[in-house]
């Protein structure tokens, strides 16, 4: 190898996302690897450590070609010290010191943000925000994270708790039980997660048991995200009131976050986000419902064009914008 790279890493609750990416975004290798949980999540940096290691030496790679490793990980970061202050899902409960644990481990640099800000940063940087400097990217996955990007930075707040769009309260009343100790949080409605038990709720409810979705959960004694968009697309009844639910909820608080902001665009990214039109279309006509009108016109809806990618490299450009590592 003879031009420097960077590294991304973008750690999510199943798995971990590693990937070389060279100066103009462009990814050179990428692998992923299972995110040990085990332990209060005790493993997992120890895990990246050896990993890159391990590939270095496969790829003969030297190590003074590495500009820099940024981090993508679940959970509020204080940005300053690259200490994550607390991430539920890889059962880091209180202050965990990545940023050090990471350069300790590796002897190279190393610079930590919030994941759902890394995938903003991407997007921004090579997808579907290219171009723009005002943008907020929502990820819809397991949970659903934010991202604020403000002429060209992202926006972190006093505790690098900053765009927790996942966390806006939604269902006021009678709302499911949320990680992060509330009830009624967005995320409760419009992760994957939160649209499966909106599923099994609406199938166990319904007095006539027939239709696609279903028919799938007998068949399979669950569904997942997929299966209700799926079927939605053939029709099932079931699927498509659960959709209308979801976007509702997600459109109102995109509106909010549209009239606050008045980005360029909203990005939604995500697992969620594959689901496509049937996704966007139903969630477009609530998100103007519910917009300012001048918002609505100016902020557009737009989905996320660099998929599970986005987070590596976001990660990447903090390396190449943040550690100012381009020496010669």
């Known amino acids: 190898m003879t031009e420097k790279v960077m590294i991304g890493v973008d750690i999510g609750g199943t798995t971990t996302k590693i990937a070389y990416i060279d100066i103009k975004g462009k990814i050179v290798e990428k692998w992923e690897i299972p995110t040990d949980l085990s332990s209060s999540g005790k493993n997992i940096v120890p895990n990246i450590t050896k990993e890159i290691k391990c590939k270095l030496d496969d790829l ?3 190590k003074e070609k590495i500009l820099g490793i940024g981090v993508g990980a679940p959970g509020p970061v204080n940005t300053i010290d690259g200490t994550v202050l607390e991430a539920i899902n890889l059962g880091w409960k209180g202050k965990y010191r990545l940023k050090d644990e990471l350069e300790l481990g590796t002897s190279i640099p190393v610079i930590v943000d919030n994941d759902a ?4 940063l991407g997007e921004m940087w090579q997808g579907a925000g290219k171009g723009g400097k005002d943008l907020v990217c929502v990820t819809l996955g397991t949970g659903v994270g934010g991202g604020v ?3 060209g930075d992202i926006v972190q707040g006093m505790n ?3 765009g927790e769009i996942g966390h806006i309260s939604s269902m006021l009343e009678g709302g499911a039980a949320c990680n992060c100790g509330k009830r009624g949080c967005l995320e409760t409605l419009a992760s994957a997660t939160g649209i499966v038990r909106l599923a099994h709720e609406q199938l166990k409810n319904t007095e006539k048991q027939s239709g696609k979705l279903y028919s799938r959960y007998v068949a399979n004694g669950q569904v997942n995200a997929k299966d209700v968009f799926d079927t939605a697309r053939e ?4 699927s498509i009131k659960i959709i209308e639910t979801v976007t509702y909820y997600l459109g109102v608080a995109l509106a909010n976050v549209a009239n606050i902001l008045n980005p360029e665009k909203i990005i939604i990214g995500g697992g969620v986000s594959k689901a496509g039109e049937t996704l966007l279309k139903p969630l477009s006509k609530e998100f103007i419902n519910h917009c300012f009108s001048r918002g609505a016109n ?3 809806l737009a989905l996320a064009a660099l998929g599970n ?3 590596v490299i976001g990660a990447a450009w903090l390396v190449k914008n943040k550690l100012n590592r381009f020496d010669s």
């Open 160 to 162: 690098g708790a900053a």
């Open 117 to 120: 800000n890394c995938a903003a």
């Open 298 to 300: 100016s902020t557009k």
């Open 235 to 238: 029709g099932d009844h079931v």
């Open 60 to 62: 003969e790679k030297n």
């Open 309 to 311: 990618d986005a987070g």
């Open 149 to 151: 990007i403000a002429n």
